[in-house]
């Protein structure tokens, strides 16, 4: 149990190394302590665990330099082959595909995917067998078979959808994408896209992933020639780009963000990206961004007038288009069936070397029993000896059973003791938990604390686990009542101690210090909670909380509202009014802007809403997809005229009947005010 500890936290540690390149040096390996010190780790760790960790920076490289990427990927399928791994077998198998997909070397990629499949299939793996089918239908991709690309990814999103796993979801319905926009059916490619960032965003993917696919989003746009709109997809995706490990993708996009400046006659934009584009292209040498890069200056150049400099360009571009054409000609879709059909007769093959063998095995024995009988006479003569010698092994086999038996029984202690001690540590931790819940629940205000100032109200509270991430917070003196909705980052227990945090910045701001403007309590709140989070300027977490916040003067009924990315919603009648937040997390974020206060005067009879977004983000339905803002805001218009009450009891039950077998996926509030 000891060993297993240790290496269930080698791997945590190794798995919490992160790469921060900057994507505009240009960075050797020695550059990057991160990987170095995961080298060092795998390179002493047990034969049970190099495996993964050879693979872990096999794919932080893949991208970033393939080439030594594929080093490690061989090094971790050698350790999962010696320590009988089949499933990290397989995931190296992929690995090493990625890595000669991204040299250009298709031959052995193929080869290497087709493998994996195969094993996958062999044992059921369900989650490999998926990816064997994107990485294949990748390949075809490539080379431009979208029949072929698009039936292994039919194959992957129907596993994915079975067994509930969104990481093969978001790269399915990413490649269909790619698939339909590039057979120009661009509404169809934007659909699966938007699926794939639904389910990222909600995932909260590694950014580079979550760039991905807001590029191809753009292009999706780009294709229907609609680059302003486009524009907002693509540079989002580069403004994170400290995070970006994928250069291919950042000179990729440099170039879309390029055309599109060029399209909408910003020369002076499209040349500044279009000189980045190839830069990050010749700095990491990948040919094809390139000839794109030098395409994207002759096109500007054009556009200014510049028509030596556009020559120029161009000529490099032909130079490049003739070297590309010639390499995707040696290797069409001939030849990626052609290795799948190679790999799955070297099967065929070895199983019939095994039967063969098994035949050689059972002639070797024919042959046996013919010398035995011919030599029967002999045996007779030796029986009595033979009986001595078999009597003598049989007694050594009973002793050696008898040992085994009490080595046996010995373990089964030794496990039953485990078991009782990890039981009671169970129990311990569900018990630490339920009494922090117990906790929580004593925070929250109670009812009569809301309706001694509002005529009616209701609350539906329901956290994803036992704590919650998500929290209502009331505060009220003589002259003014405040109240609080909050969704803070995470859930179950992370979740709750950043609620914990939140009531005491709360206290401390309101109670305390006696704010009453409803942007400076926000305002408060962001710097206490950075102050304690301890976080830097530049730190890439984001560790916060979204929230809503109501000042109401008791006396003139006038309110105040703040959000911090948590709109406000107020039915007057059967008027739906909508006041927007400041798209801004109460904590650390890149573009901080500060937060802001809205007046509104409440008149009788109003009826307030505010929620976090776990109701409207819950997968369902029959097609299991999710709720969205705009179900949410539909039941609202259904039931606002109902009492609270009815009102609480039908949110709950449209809820339980949209999500259905599915599991919750966020900590859920909403809240209901009458005035």
């Known amino acids: ?123 059921n793996v369900k989650d490999q067998i998926a990816y064997g089918h994107i990485n294949i239908g990748n390949i075809y991709l490539y080379h431009d078979e979208w029949d072929n690309a698009q039936e292994q990814l039919l194959k992957a999103l129907e596993i994915g959808l079975e067994i509930k796993d969104s990481s093969i979801l978001a790269y399915s319905y990413l490649n269909l994408g790619r698939i339909n926009l590039s057979l120009n059916q661009n509404q169809k490619a934007f659909e699966y896209l938007q699926n794939c960032l639904v389910i990222r965003e909600k995932t909260d993917d590694e950014w580079d992933k979550i760039a991905t696919v807001k590029k191809y989003l753009g292009d999706a746009l780009s294709a229907d020639n609609k680059f302003a709109e486009a524009l907002q997809f693509y540079i989002p995706a580069i403004s994170g780009n400290y995070d970006i490990k994928d250069y291919d993708l950042l000179s990729d996009l440099y170039g879309r963000i390029a055309e599109a400046y060029i399209n909408t006659n910003k020369n002076d934009s499209a040349l500044y990206y279009a000189e980045k584009c190839l830069e990050v292209s010749q700095m990491r040498g990948i040919d094809f961004r390139i000839k794109n890069a030098h395409k994207y200056l002759g096109d500007v150049y054009v556009k200014r007038g510049d028509l030596q400099k556009a020559i120029d360009n161009y000529t490099v571009v032909m130079a490049y288009a003739d070297t590309f054409w010639n390499a995707r000609k040696t290797y069409g879709m001939e030849n990626i069936e052609y290795q799948i059909d190679k790999v799955k007769k070297e099967n065929e093959i070895a199983m019939l070397h095994k039967e063969q063998e098994l035949d050689s095995a059972h002639r070797l024995i024919l042959v046996l029993i013919i010398v035995m009988a011919l030599g029967g006479a002999v045996f007779f003569a030796l029986k009595n000896r033979q009986k001595r010698i078999t009597n003598k092994i049989l007694t050594s086999q009973k002793n050696e059973i008898e040992a085994q038996n009490l080595e046996i029984s010995t373990q089964r202690n030794t496990l039953a003791e485990k078991n009782k001690l990890l039981e009671e540590q169970r129990r311990e931790i569900n018990d630490s938990i339920l009494y922090a819940q117990h906790i929580q629940f004593s925070m929250l205000p109670q009812n009569n604390d809301l309706n001694e100032f509002f005529a009616d109200s209701f609350v539906f509270y329901r956290p994803r686990n036992v704590v919650s991430g998500d929290f209502y917070w009331a505060f009220k003196d003589a002259d003014y009542f405040i109240f609080m909705v909050a969704d803070c980052t995470g859930h179950g227990v992370p979740g709750a101690f950043m609620s914990m945090l939140g009531f005491s910045a709360l206290n401390e701001i309101v109670g305390r210090e006696g704010l009453r403007k409803a942007d400076d309590v926000l305002n408060g709140m962001r710097d206490t909670i950075k102050h304690t989070l301890n976080k830097a300027v530049n730190s890439n977490m984001r560790d916060g909380m979204d929230a809503a916040l109501l000042i109401i003067d008791k006396k003139t009924n006038a309110l105040q509202y703040a959000g911090a990315n948590i709109p406000f919603i107020l039915f007057r009648g059967d008027e739906q009014i909508i006041i927007k937040p400041v798209r801004n997390p109460i904590g650390l974020y890149v573009n901080e802007k500060q937060f802001e206060s809205k007046d509104f005067q409440l008149m009788k009879g109003d009826k307030i809403y505010l929620a976090s977004d776990g109701y409207q983000s819950q997968f369902g339905g029959p097609k299991n997809h999710v709720l969205k803002t705009s179900g949410y805001r539909r039941i609202l218009s259904d039931i606002h005229n109902l009492p609270m009450a009815e009102q609480r009891q039908i949110i709950e039950q449209r809820f339980d009947e949209w999500r259905g077998h599915y599991k919750q996926t966020d900590d859920i509030i909403v809240v209901g005010l009458e005035v």
């Open 1 to 123: 149990m000891a060993n297993k500890l240790i290496i269930k936290a080698l791997a945590c540690a190794a798995t919490a190394v992160v790469l921060a390149v900057m994507p505009f040096a240009a960075i050797s390996q020695s550059n990057l302590p991160e990987i170095d010190s995961l080298t060092k780790i795998a390179d002493n760790a047990p034969d049970t665990l190099k495996a993964k960790l050879y693979g872990e920076i096999c794919w932080k490289l893949r991208n970033y330099d393939p080439q030594k990427a594929l080093e490690f990927g061989e090094k971790s399928y050698s350790y999962a082959q010696k320590c009988n791994d089949l499933k990290m077998e397989m995931r190296a198998l992929s690995n090493i595909g990625v890595c000669h997909r991204n040299i250009g070397n298709y031959q052995e990629a193929v080869e290497n995917y087709t493998k994996g499949l195969e094993l996958a299939q062999q044992y």
